[in-house]
């Protein structure tokens, strides 16, 4: 029996991840800050036989992410995909203290203390998943704190995926470009929607890379779209 934690499951990348893994024998450990918005995935995940856990944190505190790797127990975790994040649009000039550390409470310590507390649950075989984006490699005009978020992400993986290697665990990293969902209604601008991937295509990415024979690791998969890249 496969078990998954997936991060970010409420919706968008992380409803799609959680829904192409779904199946029977997998149990899925499902994170996120909607409990309604929780409940529709995991009502999805169970309705391709799979079995959904409901795991209700705020990730920007450290201390209910203690609580949540407490909840997740000892059991053995073939994979944590570190999905969740927050964006945040915004010149320099205008970004407050306050801003920036949440960016990175939740872009990089939640994914560093996943990480360090349930490696210790995880033998060869198991994967890291972290869905970066294409701002962990280019900086954008606004992004700045968004950008700082995926590239500190960017180094930490490749750091980490080179101590866990002899372990037989993976560590795989998704770049996807702009993807389509909720996160742009809060995002100020025109953005052309219809350029943009659709979370299901990140979904397959991971499902992808999970699947491939426990010897053979798919480290970075970049994703965009033909009509253009944002």
Known sequence: MKRYLITGASRGIGRAIAEKLAGAGHTLLLHGRDRDALAKTCRAVEAKTGLAISLCYDLRDAGAVEKMIDEI??????????NAGVALVKPLDQITLQEWQTIFAV?????????????????????????LSVAAKTGFPSWSAYCMSKFALEGFSQSVREEVRSRGIRVLNIYPAATNTEIWNAVEGEWPREQMMLPEEIGDAVAYALSRPAEVAVENIDLTNLTGRL
């Open 107 to 131: 872009n990089v310590t939640a994914p560093f203390l996943l990480t360090q507390r349930l490696l210790p649950m995880m033998t060869s075989g198991a994967s890291i998943v972290n869905i």
């Open 73 to 82: 127990g000892p059991k053995p975790l073939d994979a944590l995909i570190n």
